[in-house]
């Protein structure tokens, strides 16, 4: 059996923007690290911790800043985008024929629980999927496998079986870490170019409108 796993940000909505904004705002304001937008849009991968640490070094915040940090950058982010909350062009309808084919579903993010919430209750799509794997279940973050092989073991499907859907080089890599394919949705901040290292590539899309589920279950 074929399943789906799904990263969050870029893959089920086109947000990625607006997080760089919130992070910007949050690095250059309260914490004075005086980053460009590309400088920050270089650190967006992993949790949010990660960041935190690659940015001001392993010593900077304790734990519990860093969770409040995690937490303010966050509830920054949602207020910036909600206003702006959509699926990316033709997933709604690419979720229900996936739904009603039977095919297991995952979101497995590097986000944190509270922002997957947001989207999927927002949005009104929580029901599609069998499997919320977030930052607050693995130990080690995107590129390290767990995030997608976490999510496959609660589907009850082997990883080699499992289609990740990314749309940034780091997802990429963490799925072929975990021995799966991926189809790439080429979202507002990457081009096709940058994946060009990659061997486990099924296509490229710009809209879910491009793609039918049943077209990858051979």
């Given at each position: 059996m074929k399943a789906f796993i799904f990263d969050l940000n870029g893959t089920i909505i086109d947000d990625?923007?607006?997080?760089?904004?919130?992070?910007?705002?949050?690095?250059?304001?309260?914490?004075?690290?005086?980053?460009d937008y590309d400088a920050v849009k270089s650190q967006m991968y992993g949790k949010n911790s990660e960041?935190?640490?690659?940015?001001?070094?392993?010593?900077?915040?304790?734990?519990?800043?860093?969770?409040?940090?995690?937490?303010?950058?966050e509830?920054?982010?949602?207020?910036?985008?909600k206003p702006h909350l959509k699926l990316i062009a033709g997933l709604s309808d690419f979720?229900?024929?996936?739904?009603?084919?039977?095919?297991?579903?995952?979101?497995?993010?590097?986000?944190?629980?509270?922002?997957?919430?947001f989207i999927l209750d927002n949005l009104g799509i929580r029901k599609y999927f069998g499997a919320l794997v977030s930052a607050d279940n693995v130990q080690v973050s995107k590129p390290d496998p767990e995030t997608f092989t976490k999510a496959a073991a609660i589907l009850g499907v082997n990883a080699p079986d499992c289609i990740v859907f990314e749309d940034a080089p780091k997802g990429v890599e963490t799925a072929k870490n975990a021995g799966m394919k991926v189809v790439v949705i080429l979202s507002s901040l990457h081009t096709e170019e940058e994946f060009?290292?990659?061997?486990?590539?099924?296509?490229?899309?710009?809209?879910?409108?491009?793609?039918?589920?049943?077209?990858?279950?051979?």
């Open positions: 990625m923007n607006f997080h760089v904004e919130a992070w910007s705002q949050l690095l250059n304001g309260e914490l004075n690290a005086g980053m960041l935190l640490v690659r940015v001001f070094g392993p010593d900077y915040f304790t734990d519990e800043q860093m969770q409040e940090l995690s937490i303010k950058k509830t920054l982010y949602q207020a910036i985008y979720l229900q024929k996936s739904y009603e084919l039977g095919i297991p579903m995952a979101v497995g993010s590097a986000a944190i629980m509270f922002n997957i919430d060009e290292t990659f061997d486990n590539i099924i296509c490229f899309i710009k809209s879910y409108d491009e793609l039918a589920p049943a077209s990858l279950l051979a």
